[in-house]
């Protein structure tokens, strides 16, 4: 067992991230490791108290301490991801990367009723979604320990096996892919960065059905260099952008290149619905859109279902007299050019104390301007700084806004 030290954020961030050795998995699944870790469960293992429960499991479990601990709080971690996860077995990394049970429930359901082979399984978080939706499921990994973990965490029910995913060992099966796209706690930008490289992964894949899990910021350009010719999927949860999937062309709907999947509301835009959006100046409501439909290039698409236009052709904000349901808007009460003089007088004069700052397009830092405004009120507001025309006919502007909620 190896232990790495990585620094977070100071002092008060630091964590010892556990290397899990096939060994402490095997004892982790005895009984002996589980009731270990029902006594580590009992600890705060907060930062406050960290050292000091560390010291008092080491007194108790020796050298099983660090597994132990890292066990439990990782699965502390894991309770915002899965259902269940008090009970499942991770690594650091894998955590990391695993995908969130919802995300993992959606693309099952694409996959419903097809046979599946998890070629990048780690610890099985996919497995299990798909053990609800497929005809059958397999799974392999190259890491023995991840394999392992995966075997607890799936059960006995789902064939596993320790296979390289640029070497497929099934036929006849869609292979899901989800690349490691992390080095530690250091994130690989570049697809080609990927392990497998992404290039590399879509030729090996290229005669087969397949999904891949990517990172929600990939260069959508680079992909399509590659001779990706499929839908690429982004796929947003609680307000968040989660990822981008690759999706072969035999597993798209008609001619979909591009989906925002909304999993909050369930909402799904593709690039073949309506893009007949207007501009023009900004009327009660400005909305901000999904960054699933921003992230995926179709802010056009969604104007046009939900009767909205365009502020500017090349900003993503959006206007309406009327707010789509289940929408969070902002109601427009002031719009003024922006300086930080002038909208701090607009501010003060609404008795505005605590400030929202939405901002595109504007190199301007929210957290250092609300301190510079230096509020006192009563009053809230959200404010919407963005920039309108371009060229020498290009201005920044700020809109006084209500929430909706």
Request: aromatic share 4%.
């Amino acid at each position: 067992m190896v232990l790495q030290r990585h620094d977070h954020g100071g002092q008060a961030g630091r964590r010892i991230v556990v290397a899990f050795g096939l060994d402490d998995v095997r004892f982790l699944r005895t009984e002996s490791g589980r009731q270990a870790l029902a006594e580590v469960d009992l600890l705060d293992l907060t930062a406050a108290t960290l050292v000091a429960d560390v010291a008092s499991a080491r007194r108790q479990f020796g050298e099983r301490a660090a597994v132990l601990v890292e066990t439990v709080r990782l699965r502390r971690r894991a309770a915002a991801k899965f259902d269940g996860a008090a009970q499942w077995l991770f690594t650091d990394e894998a955590l990391q990367q695993a995908t969130a049970a919802p995300v993992a429930a959606h693309r099952a359901r694409r996959l419903a009723g097809a046979v599946v082979h998890d070629a990048t399984c780690s610890i099985g978080s996919e497995l299990v979604a798909l053990a609800d939706s497929a005809a059958s499921v397999m799974g392999s990994d190259l890491d023995p320990v991840r394999l392992a973990m995966a075997r607890h965490n799936v059960g006995a029910q789902v064939p596993l096996c320790r296979a390289d995913v640029l070497h497929p060992v099934s036929r006849d099966t869609v292979i899901l892919a989800d690349p490691a796209r992390r080095t530690g706690s250091a994130r690989r930008f570049d697809p080609r960065a990927y392990q497998p490289p992404l290039d590399d992964l879509l030729t090996t894949l290229a005669p087969r059905d397949y999904a891949v899990k990517c990172a929600p910021g990939i260069d959508f350009d680079v992909v399509e260099e590659m001779g990706f010719a499929g839908e690429i999927e982004v796929t947003s949860l609680a307000a968040s952008v989660r990822e981008a999937c690759l999706w072969s062309p035999g597993l798209t709907s008609g001619r979909v290149r591009r989906r925002a999947t909304i999993l909050d509301t369930g909402e799904q835009v593709v690039d073949t619905d309506p893009d007949d959006c207007g501009v023009a100046p900004a009327g009660r409501w400005l909305v901000d859109p999904d960054g699933a439909v921003v992230r995926a290039g179709l802010v056009r698409h969604y104007a046009a279902r939900h009767g909205l236009w365009q502020i500017d052709p090349d900003i993503a904000y959006l206007s309406g007299d009327e707010l789509p349901d289940g929408v969070r808007g902002f109601e427009v009460l002031d719009q003024l050019a922006y300086s930080e003089r002038h909208l701090r007088q607009a501010l003060s004069a609404r008795a505005v104390g605590a400030v929202e700052f939405l901002i595109r397009g504007v190199d301007v830092d929210p957290d250092a301007l609300r301190k510079r405004m230096r509020l006192r009120g009563a009053e809230r507001a959200s404010v919407v700084i963005t920039r309108l025309g371009s060229g020498a006919a290009s201005r920044a502007t700020a809109f006084i806004c209500r929430p909706s909620r």
